[in-house]
């Protein structure tokens, strides 16, 4: 312990003397240099949040970099972010894919003074300084239900795929769908039948619905969490020829799930917008920076372009703003 | 002829130290952050665990067959540690129980593969699915994170000043042992000599089947290693860890020279191969080069380590016809550095 502790002191009297004053300017207000890694790049949900950050970013005055593996690695995530604290920036944004894994990479980079803010995904509460999530885990539950009454407003049987069973959203948002089927008159029509896993993969998604319609043969709704697996059981129904007798919903891209909304296969999806989303990350993060906000309960985000963001228990900044995608507005969004 | 093989220089190894040089002078050109002792040292923990499974991937390969399961043994071994952590064992109880129980996942697969002569391909494929899905029953549904200092130590700790990992000792440590093991015991010979002509090996008396099952059982073991360091430098035991990690160890196995049909490499072209794949991921990251120009460059060298034995004996063809001829089927590198 001891000697890292010398190690340490000789990294900062190094840094100190390689940066010299501008790191230790007080007030900056902008001018950050910021790093962002999805959980992967190259999928067009991460690469929007990823545009989102960097529009957010050049209206502030600071650089974004984004960057990442280009599949949901957990040890190649830890990689990236070592890459990054070695490159000295002033916050770092992410999307954790093992809330845990991250953890001990993200502490150190706090202990350097580094700002960490997630997003979508959380990492461990001591490891970050601020979470941006998409929407409470209330809210995603609630919308994904009232998508499923648009679709079968008789109501009947659901059923759930979710990625797997250590996917902490996707199992909350399940768990509080079901308690609302017993406990909200709104939501007693559906009854819960069954829940499956298929890893956010579009094959066994599409082998899980089929499943799922063979198994139920009651079955009214096919709900997930995953923009994976919503738009591939819209596809199973479709294929095996359930159209109008099951539906899929959930969260999915408008651009997957367009040609069933208007082919009348399904009528309706959730989402948010990945684009807001990831320019409220970068610019919470900034303001954190710039000492404009504490991420402390009850604190309010104002984020001109966007709207007010309240800060709940553990610095978790709620964006909260569900879309729902129907054949008359899916046209609208371009992701 | 033998004697002459020894003697000969090892051609691949030079080419993999000259490449590493030139990849890091590469790097610290695109990045001003790459050039620092601290860095340096610190970036070789990326590769402790893949380095770890590619010793033991070594020793399969020689022979001639594959192992692909052993990233799912990892994560056999970290919920293992997870139970053991949770009941309050001492780690001086867990650390070799859990080498021990990767031992016995390779053994298994050994015991298919040498005993019952399935390929091994197949066999670990199957494998890789059964103990993936042992350790998510295992590990039930949360990740376990609790673990104390000394589960720890291994995989965080730094030594010599705070410089130089734990893990990447335990790494040089590793890869002298299973040097040593291939390239300067019978065992490590008979092994190569499987790898040429299995037949042959089983007329000279060699017991094929106990070899091939020690090889796996050492993979397996190695990975239980790898499944300590895991924890204590992620600090997370899940059902998914290490998930899709055997391409990279794959790659490292082939680039460093060692053939994968068995009979040809060296360990020392291993680690080589670990520090370029390395040097090129450490600088390419620091760079923030994007992770599919990264995939397409790995995938690059993958094909390079594939084809260079195809590449050699046609350079040899072209350039001494009669001499090859000579040396008929004998390895060039056999019981080399």
């Not at chain 1, 950050?32 to 949900?45: H, R």
Request: charged share 15%; net charge neutral; with cysteine.
């Amino acid at each position: 312990m001891k000697s890292k502790l010398f190690a340490a002191v000789g990294a900062a009297a190094l840094i100190v003397g390689l940066m010299a004053a501008p790191s230790f300017a007080q007030q900056k207000t902008s001018g950050f240099k910021l790093m962002m890694t999805p959980k992967w790049t190259g999928f067009p949900y991460f690469e929007l949040t990823g545009e989102g950050a960097k529009a957010a970013a050049k209206e502030l005055g600071d650089t974004l970099v984004y960057a990442g593996a280009d599949h949901a690695d957990v040890s190649l995530q830890v990689e990236t972010l070592q890459n990054f604290v070695t490159q000295k920036p002033d916050g770092i944004i992410l999307a954790a894919i093992d809330l845990n894994a991250v953890a001990p990479v993200l502490k150190d980079a706090r202990k350097k003074g580094i700002v960490v803010g997630t997003y979508d995904a959380d990492a461990a509460v001591p490891a970050r300084d601020l979470f941006v999530n998409q929407l409470s885990y209330d809210q995603a539950a609630r919308v994904m239900l009232d998508a499923a009454l648009i679709d079968a407003p008789e109501g009947g049987e659901i059923a759930f795929i979710a990625a797997s069973p250590t996917s902490p959203n996707h199992v909350a948002h399940m768990k509080i769908m079901t308690a609302l089927t017993q406990s909200e008159d709104k939501y007693k029509v559906f009854k819960v039948v069954d829940t499956q896993y298929a890893g956010d993969d579009d094959a066994k998604s599409y082998d899980v619905a089929v499943n799922l319609m063979q198994a139920h043969p009651n079955l009214k709704v096919i709900i997930s969490s995953s923009a994976v697996s919503a738009p591939a059981a819209a596809r199973a129904i479709e294929a095996t020829g359930h159209v109008g007798k099951v539906w899929a919903t959930g969260f999915a891209l408008p651009s997957a799930i367009k040609r069933y909304l208007e082919n009348g296969s399904e009528k309706a999806f959730a989402f948010w917008d990945p684009y807001e989303l990831g320019y409220v990350a970068a610019y919470a993060v900034h303001m954190k920076l710039a000492h404009k906000f504490e991420p402390t309960e009850g604190a309010v985000l104002d984020v001109p372009k966007a709207g007010k963001f309240t800060t709940f228990k553990d610095g978790e900044v709620v964006y909260g703003k569900p879309l729902i995608f129907t054949k008359d507005t899916v046209g609208k969004y371009n992701f | 002829m033998a004697s002459q093989a020894k003697r000969q220089w090892p051609y691949w190894e030079i080419a993999l130290v000259v490449a590493i040089f030139g990849a890091g002078a590469w790097s610290s050109t695109l990045s001003p952050y790459y050039l620092s002792i601290d860095q340096l040292f610190g970036s070789t923990r990326a590769f402790i665990i893949p380095g770890l499974l590619a010793l033991g991937l070594a020793i399969v390969v020689s022979l001639g067959e594959i192992d692909i399961s052993l990233a799912s043994i990892v994560a056999v071994g970290t919920v293992a540690l997870a139970k053991f952590s949770a009941a309050g064992a001492p780690l001086a109880l867990a650390a070799p129980v859990v080498v021990l129980i990767g031992a016995l996942c390779g053994t298994l697969n050994g015991l298919l593969v040498a005993k019952w002569r399935l390929p091994s391909l197949a066999v670990t494929l199957g494998a890789m699915g059964a103990y993936r899905g042992l350790a998510f029953i295992v590990g039930s549904e949360v990740g376990y994170t609790d673990f104390g200092d000394s589960y720890s130590w291994l995989g965080s700790e730094y030594l010599l000043g705070g410089v130089v990992p734990a893990s990447l000792v335990l790494f040089a440590i590793a890869a002298i042992a299973v040097w040593f093991l291939m390239h300067r015991t019978v065992y490590g010979r008979r092994c190569f000599s499987i790898g040429l002509n299995r037949d042959a090996a089983w007329f000279a008396g060699v017991d094929v089947v106990s070899q091939k099952v020690i090889a796996y059982a050492l993979a397996g073991a190695f990975a239980g290693l790898a499944a300590i360091v895991w924890i204590g430098q992620y600090g997370s035991a899940r059902g998914d860890n290490a998930d899709g990690s055997i391409l990279f160890v794959v790659t490292a196995v082939v680039l460093g020279g060692v053939d994968i049909n068995g009979g040809r490499g060296t360990i020392s072209g291993v680690v080589l191969a670990l520090f370029l794949l390395g040097t090129i991921r450490n600088g390419m990251g620091l760079a923030n080069i994007g992770g599919p120009t990264q995939t397409v460059v790995l995938g690059g060298l993958l094909v390079a380590g594939v084809l260079r034995p195809v590449a050699v004996s046609a350079a040899a063809r072209l350039t001494h016809p009669a001499k090859l001829k000579a040396a008929g089927a004998q390895g060039d590198d056999i019981g080399g550095q």
